[in-house]
């Protein structure tokens, strides 16, 4: 069974940072591209940034560009992101999936609050 188990949220000041993780089993991770979306309710569901399989080549969003950065780890089948200068629009419940999986199943995801 594939799960996706997303950390590392919780509420900071704007200007700050935190880095999510995502620990994944049932799939090949090596072989997976993978992303990290967002969800604030009563929004649709935004792609945040993406890594591909061998983690040479990444892709983000405008609104975290310079900002985020996405990593990972292949040997320990885990996803990174990294979050600096957090600005209160960047609130919201951070997912993260694979192209093989996106389709089908979802994690519980992390919850990041910015506010002062």
């Known amino acids: 069974q594939v799960q996706l188990v997303e950390s590392g949220g ?32 009563g929004k649709e569901r ?8 061998t983690g040479l080549y990444t892709t983000y969003a ?8 996405i990593s990972r780890d292949n040997a320990k089948s885990t996803l990174y992101l990294q979050m600096n200068s957090l600005k209160p629009e960047d609130t919201g419940v951070y997912y993260c999936n694979s192209d093989w999986t996106v389709s089908y199943t979802w994690g519980k995801g992390t919850q990041v609050t910015v506010s002062s």
């Not at 700050?16 to 604030?40: E, H, I, K, N, P």
């Not at 945040?48 to 399989?53: D, F, G, S, T, Y």
């Not at 405008?62 to 950065?69: A, E, M, P, Q, W």
């Open 46 to 53: 935004e792609l945040v940034a993406e890594i591909i399989n």
């Open 10 to 41: 919780g509420l900071v000041q704007p200007g700050g940072s935190l880095r999510l993780s995502c620990v994944v089993s049932g799939f090949t991770f090596s072989a997976s591209d993978m992303s990290w979306y967002r969800q604030t309710p």
């Open 62 to 69: 405008d609104s975290v560009k310079g900002r985020f950065t």
